[in-house]
């Protein structure tokens, strides 16, 4: 085998990668190597790539340099000498969040939360490159049907399908707003759609993006730009009897888009709190938007193991779940400044932006997606 592979590395403390040679990396015993067929940009990616306050506080100078990227699907060509249930020849996404097996979360089974977990592409070498490696613990087998541009989603789409679920999943014939218009968001329209949401509200800003959600199966489309908050309020309470909604998505971390979820959320309903807001603490109406509604929060940070990981590859496989229209961006890995730039620019007009090693997976994935 090759001892060399291409890589997008950030090598220096300011905006920007490079495309580099470097060693494929040789996997630790409990660690397998695998060789990318499709990688995808997250918008962790993009904090890294404009190194932004985000990047330089969480990985800082010292780390660099380092492959980027994290949402990927491939295929096995090594295992260690101690991996036991992934084989050479499976094809696998990772799970980003290395878990540890010693926090107390992990032996509790919330493996994606714990004190002393890493982040693949983050807090170590990611998956932006021909080959990566990944803990035996956090690969997960994929259906072979599944196309290695689906394969790579399922990441951010597990965020989704956990915001979407709650711990519960009791969605079905419920409603529900979901705040932003990026691609988890148009994620999460899906899965709310596929399993059983009566009534979807997307909130959101971007023509281009928006148009997806309603593909999806966005029932109603509310536009902050061209609305004021109490519009958009007395529209929810007009669409679910005066109640509110059972269940608001918060995808945005705006102050607006969480003072929207507060407010549109029914008495005793659902907030799942993805968004990251660009300051914290902030101010929320905790009297009357937590305590006296009985709401529940519900934090979602990754997403749960494996039980996304589960309900996604069955729904993807078995056809029901259709994401292909959040995919609008196909290039080369080699051409990831194109990928970074079709992400950045505003208006906003990509979702999600998938990357290809070998120019054949590149040309394969844009005939099954009608691209051209
Ligand atoms: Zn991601």
């Excluded at 959101?204 to 902050?224: C, P, Q, R, S, V």
């Amino acid at each position: 085998m090759a001892e060399k592979m291409k890589a997008v590395r950030k090598l220096e403390p300011k905006e920007g990668a490079s495309w580099q040679e470097v060693p494929i990396p040789k996997p630790a015993p409990d660690w397998v190597l695998v060789k990318v067929r499709a990688t995808s940009i997250c918008g962790t990616d993009v904090h890294i790539w404009k190194w932004d306050p985000w990047a330089q506080g969480r990985i800082g100078e010292k780390r660099l340099p380092q492959t980027l990227g994290h949402e990927v699907a491939g295929e096995v060509v090594e295992v260690g000498a101690h991996v036991k249930r992934i084989k050479v020849g499976d094809s696998i996404s990772a799970e980003t969040h290395i878990y540890d097996p010693g926090d107390l979360t992990a032996l509790l089974g919330s493996f994606h939360v714990g004190e002393h977990m890493q982040i693949l592409g983050v807090d170590c070498d990611g998956a932006f490159a021909e080959y990566f490696a990944v803990p035996e613990s956090v690969a997960w087998v994929n259906d072979k049907s599944i196309p290695p541009e689906l394969a790579t989603i399922q990441e951010p789409l597990g965020n989704a399908c956990y915001a979407v679920m709650g711990e519960d999943a009791d969605i079905a014939g419920k409603t529900m707003v979901i705040t932003g218009d990026g691609p988890i968001s148009l994620f999460a329209v899906a899965i709310a759609r596929t399993c059983g949401v009566a009534k979807i509200i997307l909130i959101g800003k971007y023509d281009f993006n928006m148009e997806i959600g309603k593909k999806l199966g966005a029932d109603h489309l509310l536009y902050t730009n061209k609305s004021t908050a109490d519009e958009r309020y007395q529209f929810v309470r007009d669409h679910t009897g005066g109640n509110g909604v059972d269940l608001a998505l918060e995808m945005v971390g705006s102050q607006d888009s969480i003072v929207d979820c507060f407010r549109m959320v029914r008495k005793a309903g659902r907030i799942s709190a993805f968004g990251i807001a660009p300051q914290s603490p902030l101010p929320v109406d905790y009297n009357a938007g937590i305590v006296f509604k009985g709401c529940q929060i519900h934090g979602i940070s990754g997403r749960r193991m494996f039980d996304t990981w589960y309900r996604n590859r069955n729904l993807l496989a078995a056809g029901r779940l259709d994401v292909s229209p959040v995919i609008t961006h196909l290039f080369a890995l080699e051409d990831f400044a194109q990928g970074f730039g079709a992400m950045t620019t505003r208006p906003r007009a990509s979702a999600k932006v998938v990357l290809f090693p070998d120019p054949a997976e590149l040309a394969a994935a844009r005939k099954r997606l009608g691209m051209k």
